[in-house]
């Protein structure tokens, strides 16, 4: 096979029931200049040979066989055997629209400093999407161009992991996939975003993810709640927290308190909280006080070089406090970020 342009890299463990429609769904892409390198994790079921069946008909397909060492390590083995410059992340359970390789790899290619290029997607599930998902999918699919994504890069992870191609040679620079106990999608994201790197999206559902109750985001720790806070704080603290003396939280509740736990074990406490629970209000969190919200104007050059950390999951709180903050002549990504 000549040199191909696209490297497809698919991880899998135990996917006999949607593997054979997932390669399907790749093999009947209309871009021709790529290759589908496929490492199997320890399948005890028939994933391999699925795949090595697969591969007597496609010799577009390179499998690797390895004992079970879990998601990590099987992606970055996968990134050793891939040879095109573009990198397309595919999983065992999801789908692929005819056009997706052939509208992302223009898209790569059409702009020298892009580095992520994703796509709108759309949940399949059996028997129906669940409501918390349908949000999820809804926020994803409204984050298009960059300065949308990064807007929101800590709120939640803003592109699907499946949906993304990437550059090989950065994605090599950056260190590959890596295990620090919590998400490694959302770090290498975050990581992209550290390192000052473009993300975009093509305006198009180009991928069709599975949600089931067996999805590792579902089972696996390292995609708990506290472990994206881990993430986030990490991340806050090694960029933006940097440029700034004072860090003020706006949410003494739940996000808020898990969030500065962590700022606190990475030596960046809050030096206040900012909130609109009359009970809350003139009390103490961790032992920093706890101001109303309507005195955050008169409060807010008091401090240092400050930045405000929106950490209020509420649905449709958010709206709500960046037109508060607007009010106050407070800039989003300069005066505060939102993180929940």
Known sequence: MSQPRVSVLMPVHNAEHTLPETLQSIQNQTYTEMEIV?????????SLHILEAAREQDPRLIIS????????????EGLSLCRGPFVARMDADDLMHPER??????????????????????????????????????????????????????????????????KRHEIDQLGRYQDRGWPEDYDLWLRYHHAGKRFEKVPEVLLYWRDHPER???????????????????????????????????????????????????????????????????????GIPISSADDLGELWPRFKRPLLLVAVASRGARGLIRKRLAELGLIEGTDYLCVA
């Open 38 to 46: 496929i490492v199997d994790d320890g399948s005890s079921d028939d």
């Open 65 to 76: 066989a390895q004992p079970h060492r879990g998601l990590i390590a099987t992606l970055n």
């Open 216 to 286: 590792a985001t579902r089972t696996d720790s390292r995609y708990s709640v506290e472990n994206f806070i881990r993430t986030k704080a990490h991340y806050l603290v090694a960029g933006p927290l940097r440029r700034c003396h004072d860090v003020l939280v706006w949410g003494a509740g739940q996000t808020g308190r898990r969030l500065s736990k962590h700022l606190i074990r990475l030596e960046r406490s809050p030096s206040l909280f900012i909130d609109i629970n009359p009970g809350k209000i003139g009390g103490t969190l961790r």
């Open 101 to 166: 390789i052939e509208k992302q790899a223009a898209l790569l290619a059409s702009q020298a400093d892009l580095s992520v290029a994703s796509c709108l997607v759309e949940t399949i599930a059996v028997p129906e999407v669940g409501e918390g998902m349908k949000i999820y999918e809804g926020w994803l699919n409204g984050l298009m161009h960059h300065d949308d994504i990064v807007r929101e890069i800590f709120i939640e992870s803003p592109v699907a992991h499946p949906s993304v191609m990437l």
